[in-house]
């Protein structure tokens, strides 16, 4: 994981914080709408509600990050790998 909390100045998660589940797992399950959300703006923080539908789409019951939720460094490389490969039409 790398995402970041409440740091959107630097690229490094914070020690003791949660993050989001890996990328692998939820971006090739979130909706396409949720994906177009994300794109338009890769180093905006999260909404709540896009946050809490990843941690959905892990089945995970841990409690969903509060405050700001900011997309990492590998994350986003994930998804311009994917964007490269992906026809995205």
Do not use: K
Not at 26 to 36: A, G, T, Y
């Amino acid at each position: 994981m790398s995402s970041i909390i409440d740091e959107p100045a630097h690229d490094e998660r914070p020690t003791g914080q949660y993050g989001l589940p890996p990328i692998g797992l939820w971006w090739p399950m979130l909706e396409r709408p949720l994906q177009h959300e994300l794109l338009e703006n890769l180093d905006a923080p999260l909404r709540q509600y896009v946050v809490r539908r990843i941690f959905d789409l892990c089945e995970l019951e841990s409690p969903v990050p509060r405050g700001s939720v900011r997309l990492g460094v590998n994350e986003r490389a994930y998804i311009a790998g994917w964007m490269h490969a992906v026809d995205w039409g």
